[in-house]
């Protein structure tokens, strides 16, 4: 079982296009942080939200912490080809600095 | 600024050769960590060390498996035997603190075994 559901687990769209993607679970988390992963890399954080409710913004990405701390999503809009990667959620188990990852959206951004 | 290091990037072998991976942390860094990526399984933590002490072995697969850190700026990740099923991308990472923190990640290893 996952604690982590993500949602598509693939996407693949046109340049311009505007997307969501979700990381859903049951528990709740005091925080959840986005990576992004590149082919042949290793992931890279996007952001971290902390607070329930709380939307932060990167330029063309804008990520939500949902109200009960249960899930999370990423929006991207007018998507480039270089937004193609694997978008990862992770939560902190306890306060060890432990990620639990969940199995990522493959995102392909077709030119 | 060097980031996490990771050698080699790239290793076959054959069932039953022992497989050494090899990680170099961000200076200063104080926690350590190894993964294990499959298509199958996602990204896993296998283990990790906050001040160069195992701190959590329990995602480390089977006896076969061993890691370790003898100073803060080295660690290494053992299998022996190695087996196919071992094939996957391992990934240090390493982050400043000991709660939650954001980590960094090198390059990855990717392990073929024949």
């Known amino acids: 079982t996952q604690l982590l559901e993500q949602s598509p687990q693939f996407l693949s769209i046109q340049e311009g296009e505007n997307l969501t993607v979700y990381c859903n679970s049951s528990?709740?988390?005091?925080?959840l942080q986005w990576y992004r992963q590149e082919p042949g890399e290793g992931p890279v954080l996007l952001v971290t939200?902390?607070?329930?409710?709380e939307v932060k913004k990167l330029k063309r990405l804008t990520f939500q912490f949902g109200d009960a701390r249960k899930d999370s999503s990423l929006h991207i809009t007018a998507a480039q080809p270089g937004d193609t990667g694997l978008y990862l959620c992770?939560?902190?188990?306890?306060?060890?600095?432990?990620?639990?990852f969940g199995q990522g959206t493959t995102l392909q951004v077709k030119p | 600024d060097a980031g996490v290091i990771q050698s080699p990037r790239h290793e076959v072998t054959e069932m039953g050769q022992e497989v050494t991976l090899r990680c170099k942390p961000i200076?200063?860094?104080?926690?350590l960590f190894w993964y294990r990526q499959t298509m199958m399984r996602g990204l896993e933590l296998l283990i990790y060390?906050?001040?160069?002490?195992?701190?959590?072995d329990s995602g480390m697969p089977e006896d076969r498996f061993s890691a370790k850190m003898p100073n803060a700026s080295f660690s290494t990740l053992k299998i022996q035997p190695s087996e196919p099923r071992d094939s996957a991308v391992y990934f240090c990472?390493?982050?400043?603190?000991?709660?939650?923190?954001?980590?960094?990640f090198g390059p990855g290893t990717r392990l073929t075994v024949l």
């Open positions: 200076s200063g860094h104080n926690s």
């Open positions: 990472a390493s982050s400043p603190g000991q709660g939650p923190d954001t980590q960094y």
């Open positions: 939200v902390v607070t329930g409710g």
């Open positions: 992770a939560f902190s188990s306890g306060n060890t600095g432990k990620l639990i």
């Open positions: 528990s709740v988390f005091s925080s």
């Open positions: 060390f906050n001040n160069n002490v195992p701190i959590d």
